[in-house]
């Protein structure tokens, strides 16, 4: 079994960024990586995508993630984009339609998706009891939705406008604040039990959360209100400088990292889903040189380790 969803995702986007002055075998890369995503990650019946792949011959995958289909319609759109895929918004719809249908998605009271399911026809599994409904993954689906629709309605590959009204239905059909566990606090619920449908764990301060209270945010934004997740926002999230963080020595000096707790490191994709998912990380000067630290202290701390090819 081979879990390369979150590094393939994020080295897609990467490459995407730098298409126009990549080497050959970089745009390779990209197109070869794009066709795995949407030939052997994507399921042809439902257009949901597996959490991960068996390179084993006919070993008949069958799970899926919510997050992993919201990373799947970022990849729709890049795919689009590099010219590699030439009926990725037709794609597109056939994934939210599934999505949308009630007989296909099993969903919390509040609109939250299930973390697991299956991918041919949305049923439960063996895992989905684990997680239950994921704040998470529901975050995840909302974002690469939205991020789609942006894309196919400026490139004009959305003429009816089905995209657009798909992805907005989804983003509008959670109830985000009630993923809120402590207003003063900043603490945010991570899942919901399956069956009896009460919140289950809580989040730190500062985590790849982050993009539950974005898509929050902007749900509240597009119903023209200042709600509780825009607040929660507002609060915990607006200024960077209020989050934890830890220092890491680089070999040109100590850099700053945001955290979860100043005694451990934060994994480098927690920063990168809020960099390339949520427009308020984005287009925020503090976030933004965060992220560039956090690129800082990984190509430093693989520098450092024996026989790496790291340039």
């Not at 949520?278 to 503090?286: D, I, P, T």
Request: hydrophobic share 40%.
């Amino acid at each position: 079994m081979i879990r390369l969803l979150y590094p393939l995702f994020f080295s897609l986007l990467f490459f995407q960024n730098v298409l126009a002055v990549a080497p050959a075998f970089q745009q390779k890369l990209l197109s070869d990586s794009l066709e795995l995503f949407n030939n052997e990650l994507r399921n042809k019946a439902s257009g949901q995508y597996y959490d991960a792949i068996n390179l084993v011959p006919n070993s008949n995958e069958t799970n899926s993630s919510t997050a992993a289909t919201g990373m799947g319609l970022v990849t729709l759109a890049i795919g689009d984009n590099a010219g590699v895929l030439s009926d990725a918004n037709i794609k597109t719809v056939q994934t939210l339609t599934a999505l949308l249908n009630p007989k296909f998605s099993k969903r919390h009271a509040q609109g939250w998706f299930r973390h697991w399911f299956k991918a041919q026809d949305g049923a439960d599994n063996a895992w989905s009891a684990a997680d239950g409904y994921s704040t998470i993954d529901t975050a995840i689906l909302a974002a690469g939705a939205v991020l789609n629709a942006n894309y196919f309605k400026a490139k004009e590959k959305d003429p009816e406008g089905l995209i657009e009204e798909f992805s907005t239905r989804l983003l509008l059909s959670v109830n985000w604040s009630s993923a809120i566990s402590d207003m003063n606090s900043g603490r945010l619920y991570m899942n919901f039990d399956l069956n009896s449908g009460a919140p289950k764990k809580v989040t730190s301060k500062f985590n790849e959360y982050i993009l539950v209270s974005c898509m929050g945010k902007l749900a509240e934004s597009k119903r023209g209100v200042r709600g509780p997740m825009t607040e929660f926002w507002q609060r915990h999230f607006a200024n960077p400088e209020s989050l934890p963080k830890k220092v890491f020595q680089s070999a040109e000096g100590p850099v700053n990292v945001l955290t979860d707790h100043p005694f451990h490191y934060l994994s480098s994709f927690t920063i990168q889903f809020a960099y390339y998912l949520c427009a308020e990380v984005n287009n925020n000067a503090g976030y933004i040189g965060y992220f560039k630290n956090a690129q800082k202290v990984d190509k430093d701390w693989f520098l450092r380790q024996p026989d790496n090819s790291v340039g």
